[in-house]
């Protein structure tokens, strides 16, 4: 199977950074797209962006130029850089794989336990 794991959420104030990581690990062939989604209290959860293996991201329009999303292909491992950030923000932030298995043979979407990010002074 396949274990996405984040880290990088906490409390920050209004204007701040957090930077998120997720890596991924298990029976991995190979990862195709990964991304970012959030879910704030009594909404649904939303995209954030995503990134092709070839490094193509998209971003939702209402954080481009806020958010940019990278990853290392070595490392299985996608991230998010936040910059002034805003209390309407404050959300858990998951991260998402498309991943090609070993064990078992196929693809299929993954998601990680999610973080906690709060933009709050």
């Known amino acids: 199977q396949v274990q996405l794991v984040e880290s990088g959420g906490g409390l920050v104030q209004p204007g701040g950074s957090l930077r998120l990581s997720c890596a991924a690990s298990?029976?991995?062939?190979?990862?195709?797209?990964m991304g970012w989604y959030r879910q704030a209290p009594g909404k649904q959860r939303e995209l954030v962006a995503t990134?092709?293996?070839?490094?193509?991201?998209n971003y939702a329009d209402s954080l481009k130029g806020r958010f940019t999303i990278s990853r290392d292909g070595a490392k299985n491992t996608v991230y998010l850089q936040m910059n002034s950030l805003k209390p309407e923000d404050t959300a858990v932030y998951y991260c998402?794989?498309?991943?090609?298995?070993?064990?078992?043979?196929?693809?299929?979407?993954?998601w990680g336990q999610g973080t906690q990010v709060t933009v709050s002074s």
């Open positions: 998402k794989a498309v991943v090609v298995t070993t064990t078992p043979i196929g693809e299929g979407d993954y």
């Open positions: 298990g029976s991995i062939f190979s990862i195709n797209a």
């Open positions: 990134i092709t293996a070839g490094g193509s991201a």
